[in-house]
């Protein structure tokens, strides 16, 4: 008797597992049948190109700050657009970014089938994905499906996304500018009469910061964080490749052996030492809760119009003034900053580059994917300016669909920004490096021993916490011994062949 | 009557005593700051940061959390299906493959302890381990996901092996000698003497599933079957992650005021902690008995 009753508990265990299992199967399966009724199609779309298309299915993933609650709403909305116009259904599939590396890279190791995948330089990186494979080169697709797209782009910001000559990713068309300068908090500037034309070069602040150091208590000169504070080549007169501007050599520099990085260190420490810099320069990852509002000067690496309003919102809601110290300039870091690539796994290319027109050029969909539905998520407050509700349902990154040029503006930014950023787009200093990637293959012990001594030194010295006199030589010392001549010897090989490939006489 | 304690004199005693204290606070006092931080009101934590005591009372974030109620809810239920399911199935297989392989009798005793060990040693890694996952079991969006992985572990086999083998074998025969069947030896006779070996293992599965995000994070795309710690680590992993990069993203203009502000978070960790931190002492019983299993047996 008892015993039955332990075998029948076993049994039903055992049921519920192999339930489990094959419940899991039968979840899957719409999917699956998707994916084998999708490749006919392709072949068909092979054949002729102005055959009806056959319905696909397109699965898109691409990272948000938050996953909305309301994401199947917009899905929905979505495919009512995208199945008039391309006869697709896209199945959408935000990540949340920080989930976003971890997931895209094994999913694309595995070879799960998805479609279109969103990459970037710092988040599922687009680089090392292309070497790996996980992309289809792009060049016929683009001209075949997507000229409208192709156009709007220019030129160099295509270069920057070639490996081997070929395009890999469509760039999400936005600022693509850096320049660097500061950032001051305007009532201070008024309170104390600061000129701020006289600021030609960091030194020329040095008046303000001490004026802020002896009258506002509580109050930083100068705020710096550890990995925000760089060494800005680009206003020292070089390159991101370490060439000096108007080199025809293409003489590679090391940037840390140089005079002007020796200069930038030094002014850092007697800054700090006289009391102008936080003393948790050197750690502090993000201005937060305790330095918000709390400083008078900030370093922009990414000035851009319409940046004085971010600021603000971040700042504490204190107005503040920028001070541009360089030319904008444009550079490859900045053009790959976020891309839209089709996955190898994908049964259909064209439809998938068919979607990234439909994107790109239809206003409806874009702002429907960046903003989502008007009067349920967001207000209009002029013609091309929404407001986005306090606890709307649905939230996205518009620069991670397309172009941005093409959607609204939120409100607080002014009605020209588009215009704005698309002239110093287009008029950007081109850095004469761009479009050259440094390939770390052959040197990668040494390229990574280089990196982990720069990260460790650099918060350091960037920010004036420790003394250069006796930390930059070890600093030198300990990049030469980690096997940065190497590197450099490296880089310099690969650019002058890159030279000779690209640059004409 | 003088206890042994007592007889150690006032000045020892008095330093134990401290000792703990401070100790104890030491692992106190990270919750209450936690605590207190989600009941902060925001724009104080900001002018004043972090303190012991509430500077500005404040239950918005709890309200916040509990207007979207659903979002949390069906993270509870979907976190307290993994635990439960997981923690009886894989109680029940853990104890039954301990059991088999800590018999004398057992034959193949050895060889099968040695298969259960290699995997302590190897893996077979993070994408053939996604791809069986979501190719051949097709689990992908299933919660059986999170579950069936964790389900053996290696580690807890053997523990439960060790822990079995104490017992006499004597008892085994005479139970076979009055007409017990295996099934009733083991149901009857062996898991009930095991209990705290159960309980210990039991709470420590119990919370490895508690705690699971990963496999949710690579499995779950669907947000009905989010468990509630993926919940928490999407919000604080993505901040961190931002945070980081931020030289990268400067230009990209990411609103920060988007993300769940500082006192949300907080209340949030309260709400996923909490529950495991009132479970935890019931356990506690078991778990000092566990403890001490295998030291000093007759």
Redesign the interface.
């Known amino acids: 008797m008892t015993k039955m009753k332990y075998v029948s508990m076993l049994l039903l265990c055992g049921a519920l597992l192999l339930g489990a299992c094959s419940g899991g199967g039968q979840g899957n399966k719409p999917a699956g049948n998707g994916g084998e009724t999708a490749q006919p199609s392709n072949n068909g779309n092979a054949g002729g190109e102005d055959d009806s298309l056959s319905e696909v299915e397109l699965i898109w993933y691409y990272g948000v700050s938050q996953v909305s609650p309301d994401q199947k709403l917009i899905e929905d909305e979505v495919n009512k657009i995208v199945k008039e116009k391309i006869n697709a259904t896209v199945k959408l599939r935000p990540v949340d970014f920080g989930s976003y590396t971890t997931k895209l890279n094994t999913a694309s190791a595995a070879g799960e089938k998805f479609d279109l995948v969103w990459t970037a330089n710092w988040a599922f990186n687009y680089d090392e994905n292309v070497k790996k494979g996980a992309f289809i080169p792009l060049d016929e697709l683009l001209e075949k499906h997507a000229p409208e797209t192709k156009k709007a782009i220019p030129s160099f910001t295509w270069d920057a996304t070639k490996y081997q000559g070929e395009i890999y990713a469509v760039p999400n068309y936005q600022t693509i500018t850096s320049r660097y300068g500061v950032s001051l908090r305007k009532d201070l500037v008024d309170k104390y009469g600061f000129d701020t034309s006289s600021v030609k070069r960091l030194e020329d602040l040095e008046p303000f910061l001490k004026q802020v150091k002896e009258n506002e208590k509580g109050i930083v000169p100068l705020m710096l964080t550890g990995p925000g504070t760089v060494f800005e080549p680009f206003m020292y007169g070089f390159d991101d490749s370490g060439v000096r501007i108007g080199d025809d050599t293409f003489q590679s520099n090391w940037l840390e052996q140089t005079p002007e990085y020796k200069s930038f260190v030094e002014l850092m420490r007697g800054w700090f030492e006289k009391g102008y810099i936080n003393d948790d320069a050197s750690t502090v990852k993000q201005i937060d809760s305790i330095y918000n509002g709390k400083y008078a000067t900030g370093l922009e690496s990414a000035m851009k119009p319409g940046y004085e309003a971010e600021k603000k919102a971040s700042n504490g809601g204190y107005d503040v003034i920028g001070i541009p110290l360089t030319e904008a300039t444009t550079r490859r870091t900045s053009n790959i900053t976020t891309l839209t690539a089709i996955s190898r796994t994908s049964a259909n290319p064209d439809r998938a580059m068919m979607l990234i027109e439909l994107v790109n050029n239809d206003p409806e969909l874009y702002n429907l994917l960046s903003f989502g539905i008007e009067g349920k998520h967001y207000e209009k407050v002029e013609d091309n300016t929404v407001k986005i509700g306090a606890n709307a349902g649905y939230r996205a990154q518009n620069w991670v669909f397309g172009n941005v040029f093409n959607g609204y503006l939120v409100e607080g930014q002014a009605a020209d920004t588009w215009e704005e950023t698309k002239k110093l787009n287009e008029s950007a200093f081109v850095q004469p490096t761009f479009g050259f990637a440094f390939d770390d293959t052959n040197v990668k012990a040494e390229y990574a021993n280089v990196m982990a001594v720069k990260a460790e030194y650099q918060p350091l010295l960037m920010t004036g916490t420790v003394d250069p006199d006796k930390y930059l030589p070890e600093y030198l010392e300990k990049l030469r011994n980690a096997g940065a001549e190497k590197v450099q010897a490296e880089l310099q090989k690969q650019l002058d062949a890159w030279v000779a490939e690209n640059v004409k006489k | 009557m003088e206890t042994y304690a007592n007889r150690r004199g006032g000045m020892v005693n008095i330093f134990f005593n401290a000792f703990f204290i401070v100790l104890s606070m030491l692992i106190v006092a990270p919750f209450i700051l936690i605590v207190s931080v989600s009941l902060t009101d925001e724009s104080a934590?900001?002018s004043f940061?972090y303190s012991f005591l509430p500077s500005r009372f404040s239950t918005l974030a709890y309200e916040y959390l509990l207007?979207?109620p659903m979002?949390i809810l069906r993270a509870y239920g979907n976190t307290l299906f993994i635990t439960l399911?997981g923690t009886l199935?894989s109680i029940?297989l853990t104890s039954i493959i301990g059991y088999v392989i800590s018999r004398r009798d057992y034959a193949l005793r050895s060889p099968l302890t040695v298969f259960v060990f290699i995997p302590m040693m190897f893996s077979g890694g993070?994408?053939p381990f996604?791809?069986l996952v979501?190719?051949y079991?097709?689990?992908?969006?299933?919660l059986?996901?999170i579950?069936?992985p964790g389900l053996l572990s290696p580690f807890y086999v053997l523990i439960m092996k060790g822990f079995m083998g104490k017992i006499p074998y004597e008892i085994i025969e005479s139970a076979k000698m009055d007409g017990a069947?295996e099934?009733?030896i083991f149901?009857r006779i062996i898991l009930p003497l095991s209990t705290p070996a159960l309980a210990t293992l039991g709470l420590f599965i119990a919370f490895n599933y508690w705690n699971e995000w990963f496999n949710a994070?690579?499995f779950i795309?669907d947000?009905r079957r989010v468990p509630l710690q993926l919940l928490l680590?999407?919000?604080?992993?993505?901040?961190?992650?931002?945070?980081?990069?931020?030289?990268?993203?400067?230009?990209?203009?990411?609103?920060?005021?988007?993300?769940p502000n500082?006192s949300v978070r907080m209340a949030l960790v309260v709400m996923v902690a909490g529950p495991m931190m009132f479970v935890f002492p019931f356990f506690q019983r078991y778990f000092v008995q566990g403890m001490t299993v295998g030291s000093l047996k007759g």
Not at chain 2, 137 to 142: A, I
């Open positions: 934590l900001a940061g207007q979207t979002v399911a199935l029940l993070l994408v996604y791809i979501t190719q079991l097709h689990l992908k969006n299933s059986w996901a579950i069936l069947g099934w009733r149901f994070l690579l795309d947000d680590v999407r919000i604080m992993n993505t901040l961190d992650f931002l945070r980081n990069n931020s030289e990268y993203i400067q230009g990209l203009g990411i609103d920060m005021s988007q993300f500082e």
